[in-house]
């Protein structure tokens, strides 16, 4: 099992970035891969970007991409998500989630642990 912890989510004005970190315990962080989701209020949790658990593989949902990128550390057992040209529609509790199969997938049922989740509020 692992433990996942989201941290570095804030209040930030549109166009201005964010960094955020998912710090992981437990067991062996460099087997899983790892992903990010969101959700916003009333509406249901989305992808938002995978890396596998080499970090030599990476996949965006469209609507990120560009702006986002996704990184882990495994020697640091964290992944993290610079996120640039934040727009309100950003606005989300962003979760980091870990992945078994160790390989680059968007699905939410293929996650199996996930953090508690950190809020990113963009402003307009």
């Known amino acids: 099992q692992v433990q996942l912890v989201e941290s570095g989510g804030g209040l930030v004005q549109a166009g201005g970035s964010l960094r955020l970190s998912c710090a992981a315990s437990?067991?062996?962080?460099?087997?899983?891969?790892m992903g990010w989701f969101r959700q916003a209020p009333g509406k249901e949790r989305e992808f938002v970007a995978a890396i596998s658990w080499s970090g030599g593989s990476t996949y965006y949902a469209d609507y990120v991409k560009v702006r986002f990128t996704i990184s882990r550390d495994n020697a640091k057992n964290t992944l993290y998500l610079q996120m640039n040209s934040l727009k309100p529609e950003d606005t989300a509790v962003y979760y980091c989630?870990?992945?078994?199969?160790?390989?680059?997938?968007?699905?939410?049922?293929?996650?199996?642990?996930w953090g508690q989740g950190t809020q990113v509020t963009v402003s307009s």
């Open positions: 437990g067991r062996t962080f460099s087997i899983y891969a």
């Open positions: 989630a870990a992945n078994a199969l160790g390989t680059v997938v968007a699905g939410l049922y293929e996650y199996d642990y």
